[in-house]
């Protein structure tokens, strides 16, 4: 499985954008699937999950302004998110967790920056 994130950029503060993380491979494989964002001098946080299901949850920091969800044709995760704001300025990474040959493992897509200016 291989994980290609889009979407980030610059925005001013209360903007909005949305990522994208397109799997490819062994897209049959992936169980949940998941959003993380590092800024800077920070640790790796976990944003949103979104399982197989289409359940969702979100870290208390990007409730009520953050959309996860999951398009299984299109093998795409995507994030919307609103509001945005400085503290949220990070690269945010995409991952699946991965059901392949008895093993199950995490695979992680490259980063995508989201720069929030005041």
């Known amino acids: 499985v291989q994980l290609q994130a889009s979407g980030g950029g610059s925005v001013q503060t209360g903007g909005s954008l949305r990522l994208a993380c397109a799997a490819s491979g062994n897209t049959g494989s992936i169980n949940s699937m998941a959003w993380f964002r590092q800024g800077p001098g920070t640790q790796r946080e976990r944003v949103a999950t979104?399982?197989?299901?289409?359940?969702?949850n979100y870290a208390d920091s990007v409730k009520g302004r953050f959309t996860i969800s999951r398009d299984n044709a299109e093998n795409t995760m995507y994030l919307q998110m609103n509001n945005l704001k400085p503290n949220d300025t990070a690269v945010y990474l995409c991952a699946a967790t991965v059901s392949d040959g008895g093993r199950t493992y995490v695979r992680w897509g490259q980063g995508t920056l989201v720069t929030v200016s005041s």
């Open positions: 979104v399982t197989s299901y289409g359940v969702t």
